[in-house]
């Protein structure tokens, strides 16, 4: 079963103890290899495709392009944009957990 960086970085951070970032920057590592070979090999693949090369390519040209703008923009989310959530929702629930814990209301604002 394959692991999604964020559960990497929750395995990391109660099994290891790391730190929130620490863990998002080695999930990020150990997920960058995978993600990167899977788009990649299928973008080089629909290069020809997307080109236009051979007859009767025109009809399936603008599915390649579609695919390859897909799979470009989907690995950019997940290695870029889901991490960067990821990190500020855990940081925003610290916060909270550590106000609630100091006896602090939610409505006080944080010193």
Do not use: H
Not at 65 to 78: A, D, E, K
């Amino acid at each position: 079963m394959k692991m999604s960086d964020e559960q990497i970085a929750n395995l990391l951070r109660r099994r290891d103890g790391m730190e929130l970032m620490e863990a998002v920057k080695e999930a990020g590592r150990r997920r960058l290899r995978p993600i990167l070979m899977t788009a990649l090999t299928t973008i080089f693949g629909m290069l020809p495709m997307a080109i236009g090369l051979g007859e009767g390519s025109e009809v399936q040209a603008p599915l390649a392009r579609t695919v390859i703008g897909g799979l470009t923009s989907s690995t950019f989310i997940t290695l870029v944009f889901i991490p960067v959530v990821y990190s500020l929702i855990e940081q925003r629930r610290q916060e909270r957990k550590n106000r609630f814990n100091n006896g602090q209301s939610f409505s006080e604002p944080a010193n």
